[in-house]
T-cell receptor, first 113, second 113 residues
Framework: AQSVTQLGSHVSVSEGALVLLRCNYS??????LFWYVQYPNQGLQLLLK??????LVKGINGFEAEFKKSETSFHLTKPSAHMSDAAEYFC???????????FGAGTRLAVHP | DAGVIQSPRHEVTEMGQEVTLRCKPI?????LFWYRQTMMRGLELLIY????????DSGMPEDRFSAKMPNASFSTLKIQPSEPRDSAVYFC???????????FGDGTRLSIL
């Protein structure tokens, strides 16, 4: 069965530091992959998506993710964290039909001054 | 463009009462999803529809929960009778098709006293 694993339920960085949120997937076929962000008291918003066109995907708010098939990973990065990046981030993979997504457990990002 | 619209945003009711949550998906989207989010269990898929037909309801916790989609622009999630353990944030999401990202509403925060 397909699954998505996010390493680290909580990540804390200093403002201006590199953000790295880890995501690994398991899939027997090349998946479609997504990163979502959830701010407090809001729904999930799409940050970026991988659809096999390019391995490095750029998203909104300066985030990007790199698809590495050999490592079955799709880690999310941002060169310089901003206080407004504090939120929960979810990695998700398609399930091969009907657009059902498999979500990871989420990583809560804290940014401190 | 109007996003996914959920109502009400907040609902507080007493145990045993019937609760109805409503969702209007984005026009033209043919898939609709109901999720529940809690601190303990994270984001759970309850049920999803494709072209108004329920495809997978295996995530519905028990018979007290039911969902309908009478037409392409409206869906309901009903809990009858409600219990305190049903307290959670319920999200509705819609998608235009296979391998496309899901668009989430702002959720309904449900508190059962």
């Amino acid at each position: 069965a397909q699954s998505v694993t996010q390493l680290g339920s909580h990540v804390s960085v200093s403002e201006g530091a590199l953000v790295l949120l880890r995501c690994n997937y398991s899939s027997s076929v090349p998946p479609y992959l997504f990163w979502y962000v959830q701010y407090p008291n809001q729904g999930l918003q799409l940050l970026l998506k991988y659809t096999s066109a390019a391995t490095l995907v750029k998203g909104i708010n300066g985030f990007e993710a790199e698809f590495k098939k050999s490592e079955t990973s799709f880690h999310l990065t941002k060169p310089s964290a901003h206080m407004s990046d504090a939120a929960e981030y979810f990695c998700a993979s398609d399930s091969g039909g009907y657009n059902k997504l498999i979500f990871g457990a989420g990583t809560r990002l804290a940014v401190h001054p | 463009d109007a996003g996914v619209i959920q109502s009400p945003r907040h609902e507080v009711t007493e145990m045993g009462q019937e609760v109805t949550l409503r969702c209007k998906p984005i026009s033209g989207h043919n898939s609709l999803f109901w999720y529940r989010q809690t601190m303990m269990r994270g984001l759970e898929l309850l049920i999803y529809f494709n072209n108004n037909v329920p495809i997978d309801d295996s995530g519905m916790p028990e018979d007290r929960f039911s969902a309908k989609m009478p037409n392409a622009s409206f869906s309901t999630l009903k809990i009858q009778p409600s219990e305190p353990r049903d307290s959670a944030v319920y999200f509705c999401a819609s998608s235009p098709g296979s391998n496309q990202p899901q668009h989430f509403g702002d959720g309904t925060r449900l508190s059962i006293l």
